[in-house]
């Protein structure tokens, strides 16, 4: 025999937009990471790399050094969405994402299996498209209201 509980709602604060951008760069970073993963598991892909080649690339200190600097950029708008002043961020979010579209899409030509690099690619470019919005959206105050610090010292006073 089950009691019933009494049904409370949950407490909802809202979650601050450097947050929500940084987790939205975490996001597509372990997606961006992980469906190059998986990818080794396709057919040819690591006999290819065993004869220096990825899709049509050579394997060489370029092809690694831009690898690298496509995972850096969304590792750094981790740190970078919640450290910069506000409209900073907000304008390199809005930047970086529009950048990252294009190659994203262009990640699912080198892949074969269409359902999975198709999926990825929509999966990456949903969580782009959050971070525009987010940051987008962005909360503006107005000239007259003042700032949290200030309320709290009056209320302490």
Same mark, same amino acid.
């Given at each position: 025999?089950?009691?019933?509980?009494?049904?409370?709602? &949950?407490?909802? *604060?809202?979650m601050?937009? #450097?947050?929500?951008?940084?987790?939205?760069?975490?996001?597509?970073?372990?997606?961006?990471?992980?469906?190059?993963?998986?990818?080794?598991?396709?057919?040819?892909?690591?006999?290819?790399?065993?004869d220096?080649?990825?899709?049509?690339?050579? &394997?060489?200190?370029?092809?690694?050094?831009?690898?690298?600097?496509?995972?850096?950029?969304?590792?750094?708008?981790?740190?970078?969405s919640?450290?910069?002043?506000?409209?900073?961020?907000?304008?390199?979010?809005?930047?970086?994402?529009?950048?990252?579209?294009?190659?994203?899409?262009?990640?699912?030509?080198?892949?074969?299996?269409?359902?999975?690099?198709? &999926?990825?690619?929509?999966?990456?470019?949903?969580?782009?498209?959050?971070?525009?919005?987010?940051?987008?959206?962005?909360?503006?105050?107005?000239?007259?209201?003042?700032? #949290?610090?200030?309320v #709290?010292?009056?209320? *302490?006073?």
């Amino acid at each position: 025999m089950s009691t019933r509980r009494p049904t409370t709602a &949950l407490q909802d *604060h809202p979650m601050p937009v #450097r947050a929500k951008l940084a987790a939205g760069w975490t996001s597509f970073m372990l997606l961006y990471a992980y469906v190059d993963i998986l990818g080794f598991y396709t057919p040819g892909v690591v006999k290819d790399i065993l004869d220096n080649k990825v899709y049509e690339f050579d &394997l060489s200190q370029t092809f690694s050094a831009t690898a690298l600097t496509l995972m850096a950029v969304p590792i750094f708008m981790v740190v970078l969405s919640t450290t910069l002043p506000a409209r900073v961020s907000r304008t390199t979010n809005l930047a970086v994402a529009a950048l990252y579209v294009p190659v994203t899409v262009f990640n699912v030509a080198g892949g074969f299996y269409l359902y999975f690099y198709g &999926l990825g690619v929509v999966l990456e470019l949903v969580v782009l498209a959050l971070i525009v919005r987010y940051a987008w959206a962005w909360p503006r105050t107005t000239a007259s209201s003042p700032d #949290r610090d200030t309320v #709290r010292a009056q209320q *302490h006073a």
